[in-house]
């Protein structure tokens, strides 16, 4: 029988809509705004009485909250607000009421049913330009870089001249290194060595006469340090980005030593900045000898609240630092404490062999840097309050254990106070260190107003879009257009679905792509529709009209379809931000908007035509061809 389904493919369709609706739904429960509390570190925890304490200090603000909770066992905590444009005035006065040990961000809490939770539906996420977020502008400190790369000539050569029983005294001059030796004789050996060393060094002598050398960078050499620091550290900053599961985020060089990082869904400047900035590195130093000049060690505290008070001697003489770590990875020794597991390259194990190894039964010191900020509160000449951040690198001790047999690339570091803390050193580790200190020069906050402007904007031109177009096909098509719009409305749903499953990022221009699959889906309907009234005019019966009106507009449709999902395709592969946005949303819609045109929408013909003699089809005005018309009217 023409134009019936058989009860399975019915079912089937009905399920794929309802799944839809099912998983679309979250997206109608609109986020509560909340303020979300964090330590500073990893290892400092969320407690009952610190959250009492931030409800007491936004109750005596007269700040309208509710809902307080500790989430993610006892990892961060949760205020829901009753108004979002408290949430700025309220993050204010937590931070200053719980100090610089946490971190009070801007969020937006969910308020999903739990019956869809448990369900794995969940809402999609919003980009930077629907939920805010914040724009930075970094730039590298070359300088540092530079200076960085200096001490590591100087500590280079003095520890090859050292194993070369070579003595004399090295020390950094402005760009250059100096060297001074007893005899003529030393500094020509010297020379040699240095050669053999760092041969990019130009190496210069003052006289024939006197035992001095001296190696200076060149300006080659310095670009190369310029552009490797700016390279790793953008390297670095993606890790680091990705490592924390920031969705559609962008991170990207400008100019010599600049880099331009957006961070979407992430309103407070300070918590983007403790992702961005943070600084966990490592440097691995021999404990001094009691005897050392002061001037050859340096005292540090140790890191740890059972560790409080107690200091240790390190030379300055570095071996490696956590640049050379290719990998880290958090884990627990034989006794059930947290540890990381190291794996360095290929010159970081040579160095920490060659280190160990001539110094086994001596104590080595694993020295923890962390960039810090302290806040202070002024008031300017306006009696407003100006909050100051200001950085600092705390540098402390984990632990300085004594070496047992020479080391190589891979070993494992100790002393840490508790498993998430090891987490978040093995993960910044992992993501590679800074190789030169970076410095905010441009902030913007794009604030949840902006969203909120944007995806009315968004959907009043989506609303107006669906309009015209209901009205177009009720107008012109009758009965037929009324089918389309529900098929149209099924294969919004279901784009919304699908993207929510897949967790993509909706974007300004992604709102654009689910315009234009409104349109595409139509046209799919129209194509159809248009076959349909082809058959009629040239006589065809209703029944055979529908069938071979769909079977015939199938070929068209996924041939103009499939041509623009591969062109969709590419825009996903080389795209990048919105644009990669834009093509998902795009090559969603195509696969929805054709499984609702040509099954969806032939589905509902058949409920409303299938099966039974039509008099008449109410798809519009059909033009009958001559000699079809001549045959109607001799019947």
Same mark, same amino acid.
């Given at each position: ?385 100006? *909050? ?13 254990? *004594? ?122 309907? *129209? ?109």
């Amino acid at each position: 029988m023409l134009n019936r389904y058989p009860l399975w493919k019915n079912l089937f369709i009905t399920l794929i809509v309802a799944m839809g609706f099912y998983y679309a739904a979250p997206n109608l429960y609109a986020p509560d705004p909340a303020l979300q509390i964090g330590g500073s570190s990893g290892a400092q925890g969320i407690n009952e009485r610190l959250m009492e304490r931030a409800s007491e200090a936004l109750s005596e603000a007269g700040i309208g909250h509710f809902g307080e909770e500790v989430q993610d066992s006892g990892k961060t905590g949760l205020i829901r607000l009753e108004s979002r444009e408290q949430q700025l005035k309220a993050q204010a006065i937590l931070q200053r009421a719980l100090g610089d040990g946490y971190i009070v961000a801007l969020n937006l809490a969910p308020t999903t049913p739990d019956w869809l939770v448990s369900g794995g539906a969940q809402p999609m996420k919003l980009g930077l330009d629907l939920s805010g977020g914040v724009h930075f502008k970094l730039e590298v400190d070359v300088d540092a870089a530079t200076d960085r790369k200096l001490e590591q000539y100087e500590n280079g050569i003095k520890r090859r001249l050292r194993e070369e029983r070579i003595r004399g005294r090295i020390a950094l001059d402005g760009t250059r290194i100096g060297m001074t030796f007893r005899s003529v004789e030393d500094r020509e050996a010297a020379r040699a060595e240095v050669r053999d060393l760092y041969p990019e060094l130009l190496l210069d002598r003052v006289d024939e006469d006197m035992p001095q050398l001296f190696a200076e960078v060149t300006e080659t050499t310095i670009a190369e340090v310029v552009e490797y620091a700016v390279a790793q550290n953008l390297t670095t900053l993606r890790n680091r980005v990705n490592e924390l599961g920031v969705s559609e985020p962008l991170v990207q060089r400008q100019g010599k030593n600049r880099i331009v990082v957006e961070l979407p869904g992430i309103q407070d400047t300070a918590e983007a900045k403790r992702i961005l900035g943070k600084v966990a590195n490592l440097e691995f130093r021999l404990v001094a000898e009691a005897n050392a000049p002061i001037s050859e060690r340096q005292r540090f505290d140790y890191r740890g609240e059972t560790r409080q008070g107690m200091t240790e001697w390190l030379e300055r003489d570095i071996i490696i630092t956590g640049e050379r770590v290719s990998n880290a990875a958090a884990s627990f020794d034989q006794n059930g404490q947290p540890n990381v597991q190291i794996t360095l390259d290929g010159e970081g194990g040579m160095l920490m062999s060659r280190a160990t190894r001539a110094n086994v039964k001596r104590r080595m010191g694993v020295l923890f840097i962390e960039r810090k900020y302290r806040t202070r509160y002024e008031t300017d000449e306006n009696g407003e309050t100006v *909050v100051i951040r200001d950085p600092y690198d705390e540098k402390k001790v984990l632990t300085a254990p *004594v070496i047992q047999s020479a080391l190589g690339a891979q070993f494992q570091i100790t002393g840490l106070d508790s498993p998430a803390e090891s987490s978040e050193l093995a993960l910044m580790l992992r993501a590679g260190a800074l190789a030169a200190p970076i410095s905010f020069v441009e902030e913007r906050t794009v604030g949840p107003s902006l969203g909120a402007e944007n995806i009315e904007l968004g959907v009043k031109s989506l609303q107006l879009g669906l309009a015209l177009v209901v009205l177009f096909m009720m107008v012109y098509y009758r009965i037929f257009g009324v089918i389309a719009v529900v098929a149209l409305t099924a294969n919004l749903v279901l784009l919304v679905a699908v993207m929510s499953l897949l967790s993509a990022t909706l974007t300004l221009p992604g709102i654009a792509g689910i315009v234009l699959t409104v349109g595409m889906a139509v046209d799919a309907n *129209v194509l159809i529709f248009a076959r349909i009234r082809e058959e009629l005019a040239a006589g065809t019966s209703n029944q055979l009209a529908i069938h071979s009106g769909f079977e015939r507009a199938v070929t068209t449709i996924l041939d103009a379809n499939i041509t623009t999902l591969i062109v969709a395709i590419i825009l996903y592969a080389v795209g990048t931000g919105p644009i990669k946005g834009f093509a998902v949303t795009l090559s969603v819609g195509i696969i929805t908007s054709m499984f609702t045109a040509i099954m969806g929408t032939r589905a509902l013909v058949n409920m409303s035509y299938g099966g039974r003699r039509v008099e008449r089809l109410s798809i519009g005005r059909v033009r009958m061809k001559a000699d079809a018309a001549s045959k109607e009217a001799t019947a």
